[in-house]
């Protein structure tokens, strides 16, 4: 007789009763149970202010959580060390709405600079970086400046430079908002294909377009409580 050994899926992202409340009492996440398995893509969705980029800034430890408990790819980052903070950032890759690009850069340094932060040794950078820029298909732009591009492409420059440090985790906040719906639907189709590398994307998005044309598991934020999650009516 043959025995078939049954794996489960690895969560990649764990939050087991989160709160967030800030210093002027406002209580934005409550009482948050929310798991992300790894090759997940996930929509966070909710109005402004609904607690989704709070929610993001807790993966990332830009804020610290004021109860409950946070595991990223087996580590309770809860309570991290200052210390441990830059390493534990460099497997996550993070698009911003507003690109953050650096005007007086090129396309190269903007995405070079991702690396130089994290002390990549010198003779591997160009290589990755033209990597990175060939998988959002903008490399025969390295040259050109932010202002020299379309808001599309200042987003895949923004992409290329989440992904240059080979992260397992893209967090992408509202990264279609400046965009036109084309825009927003190319950029989508990248971050899909990125998804099907096996990295696991979350996108925090109030386009309901968008997820409507792009079918994935959806997390509803209301009032800083999950109140609806597609995975649980499963």
Do not use: W
């Not at 990332?60 to 004021?66: M, S, V």
């Not at 070079?112 to 010198?122: F, N």
């Not at 020299?148 to 895949?156: A, F, H, T, V």
């Amino acid at each position: 007789m043959i025995k078939i050994k049954i794996y489960g899926v690895e969560t990649m992202i764990k939050f087991t009763k989160v709160e967030k409340q800030y210093s002027d009492g406002n209580k934005c996440l409550k009482d948050i149970n929310l798991n992300i398995d790894k090759g997940e893509f996930v929509f966070l969705v909710g109005h402004s202010g609904a607690g989704k980029s709070s929610l993001l800034k807790l993966i990332t430890r830009e804020e610290k959580l004021t109860d409950g408990r946070i595991v990223v790819n087996n580590e309770n980052i809860t309570n991290i060390k200052n210390r441990s903070l830059h390493k534990y950032r460099r497997n996550i890759g993070i698009v911003f709405q507003d690109y953050r690009l650096i005007k007086e850069k090129t396309v190269y340094e903007n995405v070079e600079l991702a690396l130089r932060v994290v002390g990549e040794k010198p003779k591997n950078i160009r290589p990755k970086v033209m990597e990175a820029l060939e998988r959002v298909g903008i490399a025969h732009k390295y040259k050109k400046y932010p202002d020299e591009l379309s808001g599309g492409e200042c987003q895949r420059v923004g992409i290329a430079r989440a992904l240059v440090n080979n992260p397992s985790i893209i967090i992408a906040d509202e990264c279609t908002g400046n965009l036109d719906m084309d825009n927003s639907i190319s950029i989508m189709k990248l971050l899909d294909q990125i998804n099907k590398k096996g990295i696991t994307v979350i996108m925090a998005t109030h386009n309901l377009e968008l997820v409507r044309e792009f079918p994935r598991r959806i997390v509803k934020i209301e009032g800083g409580k999950i109140i609806y999650d597609t995975k649980r009516c499963e």
